[in-house]
């Protein structure tokens, strides 16, 4: 009789331990990985550019991180310490997914990752007609005085955010560091604006 509550015990242990190796695996694979795109292995399955494409599909990114962030949920973890790590790891993977939705973070990401800050040396790259058209940009902003004209205004900047994408892109397709660092300066300012005009609206 005894023999046989131990073995249950047994049993039940080792079903409890098996249990959790899955939880264990999860974890043990995030707290290696330091690299926003590694984190989405579904969305970049190559670990992101130049092996995936720059351009993010955002609806699997989406779905991914629904279903990474349901895993992550802190009550999943069974002891208090892998709870605060599930803890951690969610606000890892808010970080990184807001970051991979928005091209330029997601640009910037990718050259810090080779060693190059794009934005260091931003005023001494920035050309004086893209210079111009940012100005410009800015004053048709404070002048605008109808929905229309601001909708105007942010449809021929959502255009620009597009080209320096299709540009970043191509350059990190050729893996062409300097074409991508100097994108990363003119989206930075499309990007502002696009803010400004968001807080026009």
Same mark, same amino acid.
């Given at each position: +009789?005894?023999?046989?509550?131990?073995?249950?015990?047994? #049993?039940?242990? %080792?079903? $409890?331990?098996?249990?959790?190796?899955?939880? =264990?695996?999860?974890?043990? $694979?995030?707290?290696?990985?330091?690299?926003?795109?590694? !984190?989405?292995? /579904?969305?970049?399955?190559? #670990?992101?550019?130049?092996?995936?494409?720059?351009?993010?599909?955002?609806?699997?990114?989406?779905?991914?991180?629904?279903?990474?962030?349901? /895993? %992550? $949920?802190?009550?999943?973890?069974?002891?208090?310490?892998?709870?605060?790590?599930?803890?951690?790891?969610?606000?890892?993977?808010?970080? %990184?997914?807001? =970051?991979?939705?928005?091209?330029?973070?997601?640009?910037?990401?990718?050259?810090?990752?080779?060693?190059?800050?794009?934005?260091?040396?931003?005023? *001494?790259?920035?050309?004086?007609?893209? !210079?111009?058209?940012?100005? +410009?940009?800015?004053? %048709?902003?404070?002048? =605008?005085?109808?929905?229309?004209?601001?909708?105007?205004?942010?449809?021929?900047?959502? &255009?620009?955010?597009?080209?320096?994408?299709? &540009?970043?892109?191509?350059?990190?397709?050729?893996?062409?560091?300097?074409?991508?660092? *100097?994108?990363?300066?003119?989206? *930075?300012?499309?990007?502002?604006?696009?803010?400004?005009?968001?807080?026009?609206?």
């Amino acid at each position: +009789m005894f023999g046989a509550l131990r073995a249950t015990r047994i #049993g039940a242990g %080792a079903a $409890h331990r098996a249990s959790l190796r899955p939880m =264990a695996k999860f974890l043990r $694979h995030y707290s290696t990985t330091n690299s926003y795109f590694s !984190l989405f292995p /579904k969305s970049f399955p190559q #670990g992101g550019p130049p092996k995936d494409p720059f351009k993010v599909d955002k609806s699997t990114l989406k779905r991914e991180y629904l279903e990474l962030q349901n /895993k %992550a $949920h802190p009550d999943r973890g069974s002891t208090a310490e892998e709870s605060e790590k599930l803890s951690n790891l969610s606000s890892q993977l808010s970080v %990184a997914y807001k =970051a991979l939705l928005d091209p330029l973070r997601r640009a910037e990401n990718i050259l810090l990752s080779r060693g190059i800050d794009a934005l260091a040396e931003k005023d *001494s790259l920035t050309e004086e007609d893209l !210079l111009m058209d940012v100005l +410009m940009a800015r004053e %048709a902003i404070a002048e =605008a005085e109808s929905e229309e004209e601001l909708s105007s205004i942010k449809q021929e900047n959502n &255009i620009r955010i597009l080209e320096s994408e299709n &540009i970043l892109e191509e350059a990190f397709n050729k893996d062409d560091l300097e074409t991508a660092r *100097s994108e990363v300066v003119k989206l *930075s300012y499309w990007m502002s604006i696009k803010k400004q005009l968001d807080e026009a609206a």
